[in-house]
């Protein structure tokens, strides 16, 4: 459905890193692993500060956002596929 040069220009807009590219049939995507940096809120020494940290996910074919070790489906960290395959062939 998308090739991985659309993958990797919204991981790329979109501020994630990519780690594993896993392919299906006919050389197709089948999922895409990779990392969303985040800041941890933390208390240390009786103050609140925020520690930057990566949170592991996964996408499917769609781009479509999941947990990497669950099914829990993260929404918020969808990949705007359908917007770069349009400005890509304008």
């Not at 991985?4 to 919204?10: C, G, L, N, R």
Request: hydrophobic fraction near 35%; include cysteine.
């Amino acid at each position: 459905m998308y090739r991985v040069m659309h993958f990797e220009t919204a991981i790329v807009q979109s501020g994630y890193n990519i780690e594993r590219v896993s392919y299906g049939e006919n050389l197709k995507i089948a999922r895409v692993e990779g990392s969303i940096p985040y800041l941890k809120r933390a208390v240390i020494n009786g103050k609140v500060k925020y520690i930057p940290a990566q949170r592991l996910v996964r996408w499917d074919d769609r781009g479509k956002c999941f947990s990497l070790r669950s099914k829990i489906r993260q929404p918020k960290y969808d990949l705007p596929l359908k917007d770069i395959v349009k400005t890509l062939t304008m």
